[in-house]
């Protein structure tokens, strides 16, 4: 069980020297995703080496230019790369037309299948799922259709207790799969052995909320809460509010509320606008509200 | 009359740590214009200090993502600056369709107005003209419709010879702008004074020629004949003669094949592939045919 995100661009809007627009990479229990692709994405992907071959699934949140318009970069490189393996796109609807006109205009002919799921519910839905781990949609508010995404390791089987069953010679290495999926143990004399006596519980499984490019928005709480980590958007101060609210963008203080309400274990901010130099205040004001914030910068890496 | 030429990016395929697709930024007689725009263009501008808003042209050769991916995100940044004037952009047929499909999915309002000049012609013609500079497409031989552009100063008047002058006290300054503009003058005697005898030659035109992606393609040589400057792909050396023929594009030693025969007075090359780790060796293999080689690197600026 863990999480490992590398923030690839974390600022909004426009590219600039040292701001990246947002882009993510998440390893969460051996699984890997690639979380929006603003320009430049694959060469921040390469600055920080991100295997290119380990992706399979892509999540775009919004349609704006600063979380996809390096989608299509992305995905010709893979064809020059010969990547055969499918490569699953989430996002919009739109997203299927505007990239596969692109590739088809550049000629890029590639051997593998992009698998485009279009998105277009305004409910948090289950769009993706295997045995370690699975994706929710968080509806957000912005000025165009936006998700975020509830990234959620699978639980795992119950641990064996071993101190305990060692005290029943009976119980044979043949019995531990059905223990540790939870069963009770019924010995010869027909004595019945309660599973919370042969098992410890599992580890929690870890969670990872994307929130991206969002109003102030209390209604995602219910579908965040206790999520191990959560990247929230703050591209204004509290200063700002009314150009936040205006924008539908949040500012730092909003996301750090969000983060209490939802009783997250760890914020991280980011999406700061340019008129921003420096970022650290983001830090202090979310800290306010909630201390465990940390700022997104190209380049660092979240791990639990 | 000058020259100055920015290589914002020279690689060719994909964007790499330190390889950036082609673009190029050219300063002509006081005109700007940017060449190509592949992904992370606008950052590469910033870096490289070139004013966004001196710009109101721009020429794609090609639709293939590396010389061209990174135009929609410049022009949605140009609408987030607010630019008012009026852009024109350049290149192949499909370039209006599937930009605008882009800025329409990504909501990206602009105020100013794009218009789009789609070239589909075989043969070389005069694209743009005004007071100082006029452009005229090379047509190049690549896998998909491909231009180079030959950016041409345009002639200055002719300049007075003072010294002739002055020894025709009858002739009066009102009369400069006609000996300028090359007319003979005819003195109260009827004595016919030949403008040859009253003017100096004008700095002759300076032009450059951006030769990009193409197979070695000898019948572009009248067309860039004596150019000040050239700029011509070099994607392999001559070890991958093969290569460059069965991609369509060309040798080092093809390209200084062409400034030879063209005698142009500088060459660059560019467009390396991602195999060659010493670039150097474009030069080297350059100059044994045509000298005056120089390589292209982002950030560098040749200046005449």
Redesign the interface.
């Known amino acids: 069980m863990s999480i490992s995100l590398t923030i690839l661009g974390c600022h909004s809007?426009?590219?600039?020297?040292n701001a990246f627009p947002t882009s993510q990479y998440l390893e969460i229990n051996n699984s890997h995703f690639l979380i929006d692709c603003g320009?430049?994405t694959?060469?921040q992907m390469?600055?920080y080496k991100v295997g290119f071959s380990k992706i399979n699934h892509i999540f775009i949140s919004h349609?704006?230019?600063d979380h996809?318009?390096?989608l299509?970069?992305l995905l010709?490189?893979y064809g020059?790369?010969n990547r055969e393996k499918e490569l699953h796109i989430y996002g919009p609807v739109?997203i299927k037309?505007?990239t596969l006109?692109?590739l088809k205009?550049?000629?890029?002919h590639a051997k593998y299948k992009m698998i485009f799921h279009e998105l277009s519910s305004k409910k948090s839905e289950l769009i993706f799922e295997d045995n370690k781990v699975s994706v929710r949609t968080i509806p957000l508010t912005h000025?165009?259709y936006t998700n975020g995404y509830l990234f959620t390791e699978k639980e795992k089987p119950r641990k064996l207790n071993m101190l305990n069953i060692s005290g029943y010679p009976e119980i044979d290495r043949a019995d531990y799969l059905n223990i540790k999926a939870g069963r009770d143990v019924v010995l010869a004399s027909g004595e019945i052995i309660s599973n919370s006596e042969l098992t410890l519980d599992p580890p929690k499984p870890l969670s990872f909320a994307f929130c991206s490019d969002t109003s102030y928005k209390p209604d995602i709480v219910p579908i965040i809460k206790e999520a191990s980590l959560l990247y929230h958007e703050a591209t204004f101060l509290a200063d700002r509010e009314d150009l936040a609210k205006k924008t539908k963008h949040s500012t730092s203080k909003q996301a750090a509320q969000i983060a209490k309400d939802a009783n997250v274990k760890q914020l991280i901010v980011g999406h700061y606008s340019g008129r921003y130099k420096d970022i650290s205040l983001f830090k202090k004001e979310a800290q306010e509200i909630f201390k465990n914030t940390n700022l997104a910068e190209p380049g660092k890496v979240f791990s639990i």
Chains 1, 2 share one sequence.
């Not at 809007?13 to 020297?17: L, V």
């Open positions: 809007a426009t590219p600039r020297i320009e430049g694959q060469r390469r600055k349609l704006h230019g996809f318009y390096g299509v970069g010709s490189t020059i790369l739109g037309e505007v006109l692109q205009i550049s000629q890029s000025r165009v």
